[in-house]
């Protein structure tokens, strides 16, 4: 990738305040540039709602200076962000991926003695410092925005005042799902009494997975017909195991990915 206009660079310092301010590159482990990727693609891909922008990579001494080459318009995103913590000391008001990468820094910063000022060439002054002292971490009462599948019958639609679907699923649990006329009225499928999957979005609570029902709105009916092979599924997980071997808590893995605890 060419620099040009069009592209800014987004820096992220890294000093060793556990030996004497520096740490050279010689020391800086595979290892620990994975996890620095890892985070920054997070962050950076949590700043567009489309597909992310090319970011290319690299690395120049002053202790180690990680150097990410990417989109001006990217890279403003990211300084509005870093502002935005700098000034509120504190993670609120982010979104879950953005707020979870800097609470990964957090802890990397925390377990190495690691000093991280994070910038960009579009807005040099705007610095966010992570350091073994700060505490950029999610509070566990908060309420996400986020988008979940949800299966089963549906049983009631309409609404004189409000419209909404009623989904009730096979354990018995009820959902009440906000929906506009518009998507009810145009719906050519005979609704009541089928099964199916239901894409809504809403308000999740962060510590426990809990949605918060009266927060659901339709996104999209799926028509929903499982078939379960499991020889099929056997094979498959087969399969995939031994590339799970290093992952110590499958579960939190998912949660991650997922975007909640």
Do not use: C
Not at 39 to 59: E, F, G
Not at 200 to 210: C, F, I, N, R, V
């Amino acid at each position: 990738m060419a620099a040009n206009n069009s592209y800014a660079t987004i820096f992220f310092h890294i000093d060793d305040k556990n030996h004497s301010g520096r740490v050279s590159m010689k020391d800086y482990d595979i290892r620990e540039l994975k996890e620095l990727l890892e985070n920054v693609d997070m962050l950076l891909s949590s700043q567009s709602k489309d597909s992310r922008a090319t970011v290319s990579y690299s690395v120049d001494g002053g202790s180690v200076l990680n150097k990410f080459l990417t989109t001006r318009q990217m890279a403003i995103q990211l300084s509005a962000v870093l502002s935005m913590v700098a000034i509120q000391n504190s993670l609120d008001g982010l979104e879950l991926r953005t707020a979870r990468s800097f609470e990964n820094i957090q802890q990397i910063a925390r377990k190495r003695g690691y000093e991280f000022e994070i910038y960009s060439s579009e807005k040099p002054e705007s610095i966010l410092k992570i350091t073994p002292q700060t505490d950029f971490h999610i509070k566990e009462d908060v309420w996400v925005d986020a988008e979940f599948y949800l299966y089963g019958t549906l049983v009631d639609a309409g609404g004189k005042n409000t419209s909404n679907i009623h989904i009730t699923t096979e354990k018995g649990k009820n959902y009440t799902i906000a929906t506009t006329r518009e998507q009810l009225r145009d719906e050519e499928r005979n609704l009541l009494y089928k099964f199916f999957g239901v894409r809504a979005s809403g308000k999740q609570k962060l510590d426990t997975g809990e949605i918060k029902e009266d927060s659901l709105q339709l996104i999209e009916l799926l028509t929903f017909n499982p078939v379960f092979n499991e020889k099929y599924i056997g094979s498959l997980i087969k399969k995939a195991t031994p590339k799970w071997a290093d992952v110590k808590d499958v579960d939190e893995w998912v949660r991650g990915i997922r975007g909640h605890e």
